[in-house]
């Protein structure tokens, strides 16, 4: 049974293979006698042989291939090597160059800068204060600079500093610390920098701690890209910071914003000490401390200075205890004391104190603190 | 027994004429005809079929005269060669599809 049913389903399939080799054929068949009809339809009306031609022609327009000359015979830079004279300059222009020269010379075209030029050959005649204004209008309308209005510019250099394609050669050169280039070229105001004499220290806080603000040694500008700009390193960053908001201000980028500077006399090297110590120690949970009160002394510490916190004596070591328990005076200044009177380690570790008060939910105080208590 | 293995194995009986028409019937109404049809069309002109066949053609024309030649010169010069001209890929495929149709629809 089993046997004839096999056989029978391969008679099937033969029986489908035919069929299906009879509808293919049937369809070939189909499409031939499409294409005789057509074409016989074409032979009657006379347009079969339309796309012939006869052999003169066929050889009058045959595919050229000679050197020097295209596949129809031409020459193609027939034009390049002759010169048209200016009429206006009266110099000798390549053929191929003679419409873009005719553009900037005429001062008529798109790209030809007659503003500019005539606002400068205006700016040789009138006052200061009036092209002043007139470079405002034309700078403000080629890019967005922050002290451009006040900052005095300095005037020409021979070319046109203002033209396009200057800009884009000089643009990203600002906040350069080499001095290969003309400081003359960086006097235009296509920079993008900030001023940082017309801000005031709140701005520059604010822009110092999302900025670069790398000030340029050219333009005396900021540098606006990013904290991880790549023109500038870290140590430029943070010179800057020192520079304009005092040294005890010069919290790194990656960490918060400062708090009131209360320009504290913490000499800087043991900052960045404890800055970096902080740094290594920062994954470390506050639960491992020792001293799990300075933990509750660093949260206190984010409140205005002048509270009251009678744990914030806890920090210092535990030699100077006795000395601990005074007023409340500003708590640097406790710590102050207490620090001079305490150990070698104390300093760092009031630096320490210091530091975390600025850093606040980043870094965790105890477990370096507990560093020091093991020294101690 | 005997009369199984007749059935099996005869080729043109009533019963198989009738599958056939059936299943052309279903072709048709399905419209997969057609679109085998365009199918083929458009691989006979891709594959440069259709202008090796208008050359015969040329031949045959020229060779019995512009005037006179007709559908049927045309059609027994041309046929033969172009069935055979059909490209294997186009073959393989289109078989294919008829196949598939088939399977599909044959019971």
Redesign the interface.
């Known amino acids: 049974m089993k046997m004839?049913d096999m056989?029978?389903s391969g008679?099937e399939n033969t029986?489908?293979?035919a069929?299906?080799?009879?509808?293919?054929?049937d369809?070939?068949?189909?499409?031939?006698?499409?294409?005789?009809?057509e074409?016989?339809r074409a032979?009657k009306q006379g347009y079969?042989f339309l796309d012939e031609t006869d052999q003169e022609s066929m050889k009058d327009f045959e595919i050229v291939d000679q050197p020097g000359v295209d596949i129809f015979g031409q020459v193609y830079n027939q034009w390049k090597n002759k010169e048209c004279v200016c009429p206006n300059c009266s110099r000798s222009i390549a053929a191929s160059r003679f419409a873009p020269h005719l553009e900037k010379c005429l001062g008529m075209g798109r790209n030809s800068s007659r503003i500019a030029n005539r606002r400068i050959a205006s700016s040789n005649n009138t006052s200061k204060s009036e092209s002043d204004q007139e470079d405002n209008d034309d700078i403000n309308d080629n890019d967005w600079s922050y002290g451009s209005e006040k900052k005095a510019k300095k005037r020409k250099s021979e070319k046109n500093p203002n033209s396009p394609r200057r800009s884009k050669s000089l643009k990203h050169k600002n906040g350069e610390l080499s001095s290969n280039v003309n400081p003359e070229l960086y006097k235009y105001n296509y920079s993008s920098g900030i001023s940082y004499e017309t801000l005031g220290p709140e701005e520059l806080r604010s822009i110092l701690t999302t900025q670069c603000g790398v000030v340029s040694e050219h333009t005396k500008k900021m540098c606006t890209r990013s904290q991880r700009c790549p023109q500038h390193t870290d140590e430029q960053r943070r010179a800057v910071r020192v520079f304009l908001l005092g040294p005890s201000a010069s919290a790194l980028p990656d960490s918060d914003t400062m708090l009131e500077n209360d320009g504290y006399d913490a000499p800087d090297g043991q900052l960045i000490m404890s800055r970096l110590q902080w740094d290594g120690s920062s994954d470390i949970s506050p639960s491992d401390s020792a001293s799990s009160k300075a933990s509750t002394n660093n949260s206190e510490s984010k409140r205005p200075k002048k509270k009251k916190k009678p744990s914030t004596l806890t920090l210092t070591t535990t030699g100077s205890g006795g000395e601990r328990d005074k007023g409340q005076e500003r708590e640097r200044g406790d710590r102050d004391r207490v620090v001079s009177g305490g150990s070698g380690s104390s300093s760092s570790q009031n630096a320490l104190a210091l530091s975390s008060r600025k850093k606040r939910p980043k870094l965790p105080v105890p477990p370096a603190l507990s560093i020091y208590d093991d020294l101690n | 027994m005997f009369n199984r293995f007749q059935f099996l194995f005869q080729t043109n009986t009533s019963r198989e004429k009738q599958m056939r028409a059936a299943i052309n019937q279903k072709l048709i109404e399905m419209g997969e005809r057609e679109r085998l049809k365009e199918l083929l069309r458009a691989k006979l002109i891709e594959c440069g079929w259709r202008d090796q066949l208008k050359a015969l053609c040329k031949e045959v024309i020229k060779e019995k005269g512009i005037e006179n030649v007709t559908v049927e010169d045309l059609v027994a010069g041309v046929t033969p060669k172009g069935r055979a001209l059909v490209p294997d890929s186009v073959k393989k495929e289109l078989l294919q599809r008829i196949r598939a149709f088939l399977a599909q629809h044959s019971t």
């Open positions: 004839e056989s029978l008679l029986k489908l293979e069929l299906a080799h009879d509808v293919y054929s369809l070939v068949e189909d499409a031939c006698l499409g294409l005789c009809f074409v016989h032979v079969f």
